[in-house]
């Protein structure tokens, strides 16, 4: 080995930090959520997993850095799946989860006081979450179109009879609830459609490894707990994002500036969304260690 070359022995299968602390697990899914990956090439994709699998195989292109290497392994990661190494449905990276999340959010939170417009939008959130569900979907377990499209259609029936029926309640409480309706909808739409989607490693388990990644084994309780925590982390993303907003909106909906220019309300809402999406993305998915 040339004195200038990388070593071959950094570990690009892992996070570049540790992931046994929080800092170590938010720095990762700061990388791996970064939205701007949305918008690379397919030629930047493609030399990233060159680079990718090539440093796998034992082979580094000449003057490759470090910093490369990482960057590619986290283009890399962002775009193609883990299991099956296939490049996956663009609304379906983990990279398009703020902007995605941010202009669907930011709809159900300003147009929540009509009911077709609730269920309008409920449905648009359950439509993109199946879409993310499929294409992250374990590459152990592969879901049949039957399965898919019933867990499709009771979390969208759920999350829309949750609205509908909180939307009726909340006519009779003070105004700023009517405002928390579609975070409760949404919460209960996860309740049932991750578990729902992944009734399979449920029933089967979910593989278990040692510390060294030996498969031990399927685990249908390690499988509970994990889809336990995604629901929990799930939740926790919609908390800042559909909780903040609504109350500086209210604030901000009573100011001459808003009444005179009501049509700023919904680019305003997706804005204050997508702050508070651009945080609580990675660390809700860095509250729990991944591999245990």
Not at 111 to 139: I, L, M
Not at 269 to 292: E, H, I, N, S, Y
Request: net charge positive.
């Amino acid at each position: 080995r040339m004195s200038g070359e990388l070593s071959l022995n950094i570990n690009i299968k892992e996070a570049r930090w540790d992931q046994g602390t929080f800092m170590g697990r938010a720095k990762h899914f700061f990388m791996v959520t970064d939205p701007r990956n949305v918008l690379l090439s397919s030629e930047t994709l493609e030399e990233a997993r060159v680079i990718v699998e090539n440093y796998r195989a034992g082979s580094v292109k000449p003057g490759l850095t470090e910093d490369e290497l990482w960057r590619a392994k986290y283009i890399y990661d962002s775009a193609f799946h883990p299991d099956t190494g296939e490049k996956m449905f663009v609304i379906g990276r983990m990279s398009a989860q703020v902007p995605m999340n941010m202009s669907i959010t930011g709809c159900m939170l300003t147009f929540y006081r009509t009911t077709p417009a609730v269920v309008f939008w409920q449905w648009v959130n359950q439509s993109f979450n199946a879409v993310v569900n499929y294409t992250n979907r374990s590459g152990d377990a592969p879901m049949t179109v039957n399965q898919l499209g019933a867990a499709y259609v009771s979390a969208t029936t759920g999350a829309v009879v949750t609205a509908l029926g909180l939307k009726s309640l909340a006519t009779r409480l003070p105004p700023i609830v009517s405002r928390f309706v579609p975070f409760a909808a949404v919460a209960a739409a996860n309740c049932i459609n991750i578990p729902f989607m992944r009734q399979r490693e449920l029933k089967y388990g979910i593989p278990v490894t040692d510390e060294n990644g030996n498969r031990l084994g399927e685990s249908p309780n390690a499988a509970k707990q994990a889809i336990v925590q995604v629901v929990v982390s799930r939740i926790g993303m919609a908390v800042p994002a559909m909780a903040i907003p609504p109350v500086i909106m209210n604030a901000l909906e009573k100011r001459a500036f808003m009444k005179r220019f009501p049509i700023l309300n919904a680019p305003v809402q997706v804005g204050l969304v997508g702050l508070c999406l651009v945080f609580a993305t990675p660390l809700c998915c860095a509250l729990f260690p991944q591999k245990r």
